[in-house]
């Protein structure tokens, strides 16, 4: 899988490294003392990217990657990030360049001609936007930006891979690659052309998205990752704009693609996808009965061993409603027995349902250890996992069941389900433990409402 970077911090504003470079010392000049400086010079240095980024955006390699990918939610940094690694590179400035390692020959690709021009040359963040000394001019007849250097930055489009047959280059800047329309062509073919220099190198920049080339990318070893949130860059955007997004989709399947840089895909085989779920997720009524599943872990303690507890009730309507996800994992079977009655009490429920194949009566005896009074129903699996939880499934697909709430982990087990009886390689716990509430539920039938006193 490509390397995860976490990226070091930058050094402090007030640093002798040869990353801060002065004014003078990219005119080949000898630098001026920083107590003497102009206050211009002193709001150029000031400006410098050293000054402002964050760790993430400003990470000291240890070697530096040829391919770099960096992930990330809305208005995280990656375009600003994109448009200050190819300065560093047309300049030679570390730590993305080698000290005075200037690359000439720059492609810039975008999903369209058009946001690379409205978005990474001209935007908020573009390349024109941040420059601090010489300002790069933009030929739109011969579709470059040019660099008083000499170093020139052709602009390509996704929707033309035959476009990056013949140019060559020493760095590319690839911006939103899961957006792009030929995506694995236009990137197959801009490999040919990275040629030119010692070490050609690339940064690749997106809002994530399931697509071959992403998971391409992410499944190579060599290919350096480093992963944004949208609210990393929360000082740099409008309290309004984070107040609103959280409240609209937080724990979403869009908000944690589009806010917390999160690839979510769905497996082939899976018998829920997250399309499914989201629609699943509606507005709750008067609550009837209402019952405390639990999925004992196979034996032991360890980390690794979960049990699964979630709660479901039946509404008026026949609906089951999923109210609650409280698996737990790596602890003693006292201490989930607790949660599992602490549940049962705060939602006044009605019954216990727990799954006695692994742990037999000694499952029902150690939830009676916490409370003697809680009635519990032994449920015993006779079919496998996948068949119990077909018509489940087909529930969701008829509108039968609804999400109370949010449930991202739960949710995630879900979409991850497959015929062969796993979850990411690991015993469904959560998902036994739904499929045991919600069959319990619609096997009694009881939808009469009442309304409840929670604890």
């Not at 000290?99 to 492609?107: E, K, N, P, T, V």
């Not at 015929?419 to 716990?429: E, N, V």
Request: aromatic share 6%.
């Amino acid at each position: 899988m490509g390397k995860e970077m976490s990226g070091s911090a930058p050094l402090s504003n007030g640093s002798t490294s040869e990353s801060s470079i002065s004014p003078e010392e990219q005119k080949g000049e000898q630098p001026t003392n920083l107590a003497n400086l102009s206050e211009d010079e002193a709001r150029l240095i000031a400006r410098e990217w050293i000054a402002i980024a964050r760790p993430q955006q400003y990470p000291l390699f240890d070697d530096k990657p040829d391919t770099w990918l960096v992930i990330g939610g809305r208005g995280s940094g990656k375009t600003r990030l994109g448009a200050e690694w190819v300065n560093a590179m047309v300049r030679g400035y570390p730590p993305f360049a080698e000290l005075g390692d200037r690359h000439g020959q720059i492609a810039l690709v975008g999903e369209t001609l058009g946001d690379v021009r409205e978005v990474m040359i001209d935007g908020p963040s573009g390349l024109v936007t941040i420059a601090r000394h010489d300002r790069p001019r933009f030929e739109a007849t011969r579709r470059r930006l040019v660099w008083d250097n000499g170093a020139v930055a052709q602009i390509f489009s996704s929707e033309d891979p035959e476009s990056l047959r013949g140019p060559q280059f020493a760095a590319a800047w690839c911006d939103e690659v899961a957006k792009w329309k030929n995506a694995e062509s236009v990137f197959d073919m801009l490999q040919f052309g990275l040629r030119l220099g010692k070490r050609p190198r690339q940064i690749l920049t997106t809002t994530p998205k399931p697509t071959p080339l992403m998971k391409r990318l992410l499944a190579d070893a060599t290919v350096a990752v480093t992963r944004m949130k949208t609210s990393d860059n929360a000082d740099n955007l409008a309290p309004s704009f984070m107040a609103t997004v959280n409240r609209l989709y937080g724990g979403t399947r869009l908000g944690r693609q589009e806010l917390e840089g999160e690839l979510i895909d769905d497996r082939q085989d899976a018998l829920w996808t997250r399309v499914l779920l989201e629609s699943a997720r509606r507005p709750v009524g008067e609550i009837g009965r209402i019952v405390v599943a639990v999925d004992p872990p196979a034996g032991g303690q360890g980390k690794g061993n979960r049990c699964g507890i979630v709660a479901a009730g039946l509404d008026a309507g026949g609906h089951a409603v999923v109210l609650a996800d409280a698996t737990v994992s790596g602890v003693a079977p006292h201490q989930w027995a607790a949660v599992v009655v602490r549940l049962y009490g705060k939602l006044n429920a009605d019954c216990i349902v727990a799954e006695v194949n692994q742990g037999g009566a000694m499952v029902e005896s150690v939830l009676r250890a916490v409370d003697a009074s809680v009635p519990v129903k032994a449920v015993r699996a006779k079919r496998g996992k996948w068949l119990r939880a077909e018509p489940i499934a087909a529930l969701y697909a008829q509108g039968r069941v609804i999400h109370a709430t949010r449930f991202p982990e739960l949710e995630d087990e879900m979409c991850d389900f497959g015929a062969d009886g796993l979850a990411d390689g690991r015993s469904p716990d959560r998902v036994d433990a739904l499929v045991w509430a919600i069959s319990e539920l619609m096997a009694a039938g009881d939808a009469q409402p009442r309304i409840r006193q929670m604890r």
